[in-house]
């Protein structure tokens, strides 16, 4: 810079206070950890591996399982109430 010119302020960074110097890196950190979280993603759907293929087959069975019993369960329920009623209505 030349002697006696003023300086250009598009130049030289501006003045922050120490509350925006914090909300800066904040973002930065928050855009960094995001970048490292779109890999992750990236990788985990290039790539499907197969314990979480199986861990999901599993889940699956055992929710089909739980979803039989229950509806055996309930029309236990049913039927046994239907039972009662025809008994009282004899009676």
Partial sequence: MMEG???NPLLSPPELTPLEQE???EYERLAENMKKLAN???TMAGQPTSEILDGLR???RKTSLVFTLLKASVY???LQQEIDWGDHSRG
Avoid: F, H, K
Wanted: a negative charge; proline letters at 7%.
């Fill in 23 to 25: 909300v800066l890196e």
């Fill in 5 to 7: 010119q003023a300086p």
């Fill in 76 to 78: 236990s329920i049913v």
């Fill in 58 to 60: 599993e889940l699956e």
């Fill in 40 to 42: 992750v993603l990236d």
